[in-house]
């Protein structure tokens, strides 16, 4: 099976702050993953597809990049409520494995 | 409005079963796949499996085979979650999830809309 490795698997950033998390996959993905946001006591929430699109409603400050084996999701400005953990997972085929999560705290 | 209403909270006893139910609304049910998703108190998510709403076609993770069972009801736009056997590192909340894209896509298209989550809790 594909893994999907995430780091840092936390992080503390101040508002305002560029931050950058990294999902890696053991064989290539093209572009099939996504990310999800969790904040503290919350429902997933689905944020970007095919590893750059944006789902709707999403706020612009969010972005995805990657393709392969690489994959970064990037808060432009970090927002006080930006603060939860973040998952990307792999949906081609079966098994939709998520990574391990990155938790991000304001500073 | 699309969403994904969950069955309530459980407690069972190893190795006992559990069914969770997940209603679906605002939408064509059989055109998106259902996931389960499942979350251990301060862990992960961990996906479980998918059903095709469409031909009930089913997949699921290697570690859940012959003890999860997911099945639908078109006509009440419900699908089920049965999970057998429980042992106390079952102990999650339990998470139904839609398939972004319909039964035509060829990946699953990540979980655009996801349920409120059901606890269940295995403890003698």
């Known amino acids: 099976d594909i893994q999907m490795t995430q780091s840092p698997s936390s992080l503390s950033a101040s508002v305002g702050d560029r931050v950058t998390i990294t999902c890696r996959a053991s064989q290539g993905l093209s572009t099939y993953v996504a990310w999800y946001q969790q904040r503290p006591g919350k429902v997933p929430k689905l944020l970007i597809y095919?590893?750059?699109t944006l789902q709707s409603g999403v706020p612009s400050r969010f972005s995805g990049s990657g393709s392969g084996t690489e994959f970064t999701l990037t808060i432009s400005s970090l927002q006080p409520e930006d603060v939860a953990t973040y998952y990307c997972?792999?949906?081609?085929?079966?098994?939709?494995?998520f990574g391990g999560g990155t938790k991000v705290e304001i500073k | 409005q699309v969403q994904l209403m969950q069955s309530g909270a459980e407690v069972k006893k190893p190795g006992a079963s559990v069914k969770v139910s997940c209603k679906a609304s605002g939408y064509t049910f059989r055109s998106y796949g259902i996931n389960w998703v499942r979350q251990a108190p301060g862990q992960g998510l961990e996906w479980m499996g998918w059903?095709?709403?469409?031909?009930?076609?089913?997949k699921s993770a290697a570690k859940f085979q012959g003890r999860l069972t997911m099945t639908t009801d078109t006509s009440t736009s419900t699908a089920y979650m049965d999970l057998g056997s429980l042992i106390s590192d079952d102990t999650a909340v339990y998470y139904c999830?839609?398939?972004?894209?319909?039964?035509?896509?060829?990946?699953?298209?990540?979980?655009?809309?996801w349920g409120q989550g059901t606890m269940v809790t295995v403890s003698t």
């Open positions: 997972q792999k949906y081609f085929d079966v098994p939709l494995t």
């Open positions: 059903i095709s709403t469409y031909n009930n076609n089913t």
């Open positions: 095919s590893a750059s």
């Open positions: 999830a839609r398939s972004r894209v319909t039964f035509l896509s060829s990946s699953f298209g990540g979980f655009d809309v």
